[in-house]
């Protein structure tokens, strides 16, 4: 029986509103598209929290022994400054103003992305294809829906007609939105438009002669619309219909809404089997924006230089902060939550290197209780992650396997007392939620090649202390890095290990 069998993923759909059971389209495996960044600028924690959100679905997946096809487009190109198809491209404009060429900003902006996400100890996507490197397919499905009556031409621009594929569809149902309250709210068109109705949304656009990203069509020069590029790089890679699709609450309207639609009008079939949607991070309940002057960087985050943070805070801990809400509830920032976090992970990261180094010798069941605590401990924290990914509450559960490690550790619990299957099945556990599942690894000290480098020095000098018969010296050695929080543990062949608390 393989792991997702016997833990079988329940998840929250955004599209039905409900929490269902989770069955891949193909069996044994995961297609997950997830809307990357628009890369024009430096990320923001908010950005992070949402990727995060991604990270630990596909690496639970993974876990469970599906696999996966993760993928995260990179936006270079078509997302306007306005979701109503108004105001300059994104990156052309930061070209603009920084004398830059477009693929600059790109390159530049895509590299920090890749770096934040790698402090953060977030693994790559199987694939993450670019807006720019699929023109063409983006130019193909415009003449699709061009063809099947569901867009217009209009001097040299395509839109796509949302009141005729409502005629036949609903538009709106990912959001719960009704055409007519659209047709209704915010500005009315006037003469200049080109849309025959606000609700429609470009598929393509004329460029401008000042316009530097400009790619050939049948329509003249222009570049993609931003909702059609998601539409081609998930149905490319994953299929016509494909299981998850995910990104922050914000892009549920209209980015996503749009993308059924036109992979709805395109294909016949609706793209998506489960919809996720990651909730904000938010600074004093407002959205983490870079536009609200409320962001910052990580890298001001570690350093602690902004004026939010009274000080520096590590990426595990930051990392383990965000994993102690469940990503469908929004999350504040702030610094006693922070610090409380920090005091959290430590602790389940030193009882992560304390339970690598325990082995258990003996195979005789004593403690029938201890064991099936043990055991109910491990069903907790697969319930918990199996339960649309609740971090939270897995993460409740390891601090209680933390308390039994630490109980084995201090000897107030007997290893042997259970027997070995329970006891490596525990352990097992413990070490994969950890590492592989919260991506919570050992960080600092522990991984610090300096510090390593110094206990091996350290350690080295002590074998020779004590093969020239100083006990009182090597005892010294022993006590004064106990003092320092260092445990050395002479094992039976000579060698000596440590601990860190
Ligand atoms: P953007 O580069 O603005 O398109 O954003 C990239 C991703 O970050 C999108 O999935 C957004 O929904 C997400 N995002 C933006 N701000 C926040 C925030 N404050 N909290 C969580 N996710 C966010
Ligand atoms: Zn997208």
Not at 99 to 104: A, D, G
Not at 381 to 407: G, H, P, Q
Not at 422 to 437: G, H, L
Not at 438 to 450: D, S
């Amino acid at each position: 029986m393989t792991l997702y069998e016997k833990y079988p993923v329940s998840l929250s759909n955004s599209l039905t509103s409900n929490k269902e059971v989770f069955v891949p389209t193909n069996p044994g495996h995961v297609g997950m598209y997830v809307c990357g960044p628009t890369v024009y600028n430096y990320v923001h924690l908010g950005n992070v929290r949402t990727f995060l959100t991604f990270d630990i679905v596909s690496r639970y997946f993974r876990h469970l022994g599906y696999k996966v096809r993760y993928v995260r487009n990179i936006t270079d190109v078509g997302h306007l400054e306005s979701d109503a198809d108004e105001g300059e491209d994104k990156i052309a404009k930061k070209a603009r103003l920084e004398q830059l060429e477009p693929m600059e900003i790109v390159q530049t902006y895509s590299n920090d992305f890749h770096e934040v996400l790698h402090q953060f100890n977030m693994l790559p996507p199987s694939i993450e294809p670019t807006a720019t490197g699929h023109i063409v397919e983006q130019i193909e499905i415009t003449k699709k829906l061009l063809n099947k009556g569901l867009a217009y031409e209009v001097n040299g621009s395509v839109y796509f007609d949302v009141t005729k594929y409502n005629e036949s569809h609903h538009y709106g149902i990912l959001s719960g939105r009704k055409i007519e309250e659209l047709m209704e709210s915010g500005r009315k068109l006037d003469s200049q438009d080109e849309k025959r109705n606000k609700v429609d949304f470009a598929l393509w656009k004329k460029a401008s002669p000042a316009h530097i990203m400009r790619w050939p069509s049948p329509w003249g020069e222009g570049f993609p619309g931003w909702h059609i590029e998601c539409t081609v790089m998930s149905t490319k890679y994953l299929g016509e219909t494909f299981d998850i699709h995910g990104g922050g609450m914000d892009l549920k309207f209209p980015h996503h809404e749009c993308e059924i639609a036109q992979a709805v009008g395109a294909n016949g079939k609706s793209p998506v089997k489960y919809w996720l949607h990651s909730n904000m991070l938010t600074v004093n309940g407002q959205k983490m924006s870079k536009s609200l002057g409320n962001s910052f960087l990580p890298s001001e985050l570690f350093a602690g230089n902004h004026r939010l943070l009274e000080r520096g805070y590590s990426p595990m801990t930051v990392r383990f902060f965000m994993l102690q809400s469940h990503y469908s509830s929004t999350l504040d920032f702030s610094n006693d939550a922070l610090n409380a976090a920090e005091k959290g992970y430590k602790k389940l990261a030193n009882s992560l290197s304390v339970v690598k180094k325990m082995d258990h010798t003996s195979g005789k069941v004593a403690d029938q209780a201890l064991a099936q605590a043990l055991n109910q401990l491990v069903q907790d924290v697969y319930t918990a992650m199996s339960d649309d990914f609740n971090t939270a509450k897995a993460i409740a559960a390891l601090f209680e396997m933390s308390a039994r490690i630490n109980s084995f550790k201090a000897g107030t619990i007997g290893i042997e007392s259970v027997d070995s299957a329970t006891f490596n099945r525990f352990k097992a556990t413990y070490i994969a939620m950890m590492e592989d599942v919260l991506g919570l690894t050992e960080e600092t000290e522990v991984n610090n090649n300096t510090l390593t480098k110094v206990m091996d020095v350290v350690i080295g000098l002590r074998k020779k202390v004590r093969a020239d018969r100083n006990f009182a010296l090597s005892d010294k050695i022993r006590d004064d890095l106990q003092a320092a929080g260092i445990q050395l543990k002479d094992g039976k062949d000579g060698e000596i290990s440590y601990t860190i608390e």
